[in-house]
């Protein structure tokens, strides 16, 4: 003897035009595969977020640099005005047109790629100095980040923090 399960219709009564409401189609759970990539994709949001975006790179540039309080300001302030002045109109876009997941994708990728910049022109165009460096370099004192290797890296945050609040 077979069972049907009807959904439940509470809370749906007939419309004032006399068509009944129709209950919502029940909850799909989603393939593993999907919910393990958007765990791993927030998890490492996460992690860009407390250690690019606010602690770590501003430490790095103004301690260990030498740069100034100014260089990291402009550079979030620029982003965040680009944040502001064009993502309402790409997310419109990418509203209209249906299609999120290339724009997660392509934003994702940017984000990546300057972060890896950031890393280079950290390793290949600036002296290493902290108290994380194995070995152990003081910045003389005076001494700060500045001309294009400064500039680029800037950019190169612009461009990330950019990419990743988009």
Excluded at 13 to 33: H, T, Y
Excluded at 76 to 103: C, E, F, T, Y
Aim: charged share 10%.
């Amino acid at each position: 003897m077979a069972t049907t399960h009807a959904l439940p219709t509470a809370g749906f009564a007939n419309r004032p035009d006399g068509d009944a409401d129709v209950a919502p189609p029940a909850a799909v759970r989603a393939p593993a595969r999907e919910r393990w990539s958007w765990a791993l994709y927030d998890f490492a949001n996460t992690i860009w977020s407390m250690n690019v975006a606010t602690l770590y790179f501003s430490v790095w540039l103004i301690s260990d640099l030498g740069a100034s309080n100014t260089a990291y300001a402009v550079a979030n302030g620029v982003s965040s005005a680009l944040v502001a002045l064009s993502i309402p109109l790409l997310g419109a876009i990418s509203d209209a047109r249906g299609r999120r997941k290339p724009w997660i994708v392509g934003f994702t990728l940017v984000a990546c790629a300057a972060t890896v910049v950031m890393g280079l022109i950290g390793q290949r165009m600036l002296p290493l100095y902290g108290d994380a460096v194995l070995s152990g370099l003081v910045r003389p004192d005076g001494w700060h980040a500045g001309g294009a290797a400064l500039g680029w890296l800037v950019v190169a945050f612009i461009v990330a923090n950019y990419a990743y609040q988009g």
